[in-house]
């Protein structure tokens, strides 16, 4: 497994690859890595024949008040775990070498509409457009044949294969399903950032979108007050919620004759914000 930092030096590491027409495959992180990105790398593995993992924090997508300064750069941890999980390169790039012509980027990647511009994007604005843009930096650096996202970001999952569909990126995106600590709160590196009681309290999120998704496998169809009644429970356990809604796999709202929806919520725990979906089959 080699380290490389400088685009020139990811292009050297992929030129042997793509002489022998070998497909690679990306997985695109911000670093501080668990086993939910790990899983990622597993499938990638059997994807392509040459495993890329990106680690980059990446300041466009964060917000003026949200946590870029503090967000865990655990390089040294993070690559023992691709190796052990054999990646091929692993691409750290600084952010003079992901924005060459100088930060912020004069050119960026804006997804509309009701994908991107509802849930998230009415708390984050200019999240998504941060992460279209680097996403679509990365991929014209790797060219990749396949690229691994989490489902646990449910949202930018869509986002990012909405934006390959309208600009016809010759990649296929694969979403991977969401690991889940023993208790079933999402993996995420922002974890950490909880503190002992809240950690304790966290589950309650998944609980909460489990409830509502019962609820809809068993007949309800009055989401408004099911949400409600569910937000009530995340405030009573002290958390603020900002979202919980149903939504089709899309994030159109829900139809009469959905076949598939997904359970969508983000709310703050103490100093950390959490999000978690829930997909299920009617």
């Keep these: 497994m080699r380290i490389v930092h400088k685009v020139s030096d990811l292009h050297t590491e992929l030129?042997?690859?793509?002489?022998?027409?070998?497909?690679?495959?990306?997985?695109?992180?911000?670093?501080?890595?668990?086993?939910?990105?790990?899983?990622?790398?597993?499938?990638?593995?059997?994807?392509?024949?040459?495993v890329v993992v990106s680690i980059f924090v990446n300041p466009l997508?964060?917000?003026?008040?949200?946590?870029?300064?503090?967000?865990?750069?655990?390089?040294?941890?993070?690559?023992?775990?691709?190796?052990?999980?054999h990646a091929d390169v692993v691409f750290a790039p600084a952010v003079a070498d992901m924005y060459p012509a100088g930060y912020p980027p004069l050119t960026s990647?804006?997804?509309?509409?009701?994908?991107?511009?509802?849930?998230?994007?009415?708390?984050?604005?200019?999240h998504f457009t941060g992460v279209a843009t680097v996403v679509n930096i990365l991929f014209n650096l790797v060219q990749p044949r396949v690229a691994i996202f989490g489902e646990k970001d449910w949202q930018q999952l869509q986002v990012i294969r909405r934006m390959v569909a309208d600009l016809g990126m010759p990649v296929r995106i694969v979403g991977m399903?969401?690991?889940?600590?023993?208790?079933?709160?999402?993996?995420?590196?922002?974890?950490?950032?909880?503190?002992?009681?809240?950690?304790?309290?966290?589950?309650?999120?998944?609980?909460?979108?489990?409830?509502?998704?019962?609820?809809?496998?068993?007949?309800?169809?009055?989401?408004?007050?099911?949400?409600?009644?569910?937000?009530a429970v995340l405030e009573n356990a002290g958390f603020r919620p900002q979202y919980l809604e149903v939504r089709e796999p899309d994030l159109t709202p829900p139809r009469e004759d959905s076949a598939r929806l997904?359970?969508?919520?983000?709310?703050?725990?103490?100093?950390?914000?959490?999000?978690?979906?829930?997909?299920?089959?009617?």
């Design 15 to 50: 030129s042997d690859w793509r002489a022998g027409l070998e497909s690679v495959a990306l997985v695109p992180t911000m670093g501080n890595l668990h086993a939910g990105h790990a899983s990622l790398v597993k499938r990638a593995r059997q994807l392509g024949e040459c």
């Design 177 to 231: 399903p969401t690991l889940r600590e023993a208790d079933g709160l999402a993996m995420s590196s922002r974890n950490q950032y909880l503190q002992p009681d809240e950690r304790a309290r966290a589950p309650l999120l998944h609980a909460a979108l489990q409830a509502v998704a019962t609820a809809t496998a068993e007949g309800r169809r009055d989401f408004d007050v099911l949400c409600a009644e569910q937000k």
């Design 262 to 282: 997904v359970v969508l919520a983000a709310a703050h725990l103490g100093a950390t914000r959490l999000i978690d979906n829930v997909s299920l089959r009617l």
């Design 61 to 85: 997508q964060f917000g003026p008040h949200e946590d870029f300064e503090r967000y865990p750069r655990t390089l040294a941890a993070d690559a023992k775990l691709l190796e052990a999980e």
């Design 109 to 126: 990647v804006h997804v509309g509409g009701t994908v991107a511009e509802t849930l998230e994007g009415d708390f984050r604005p200019g």
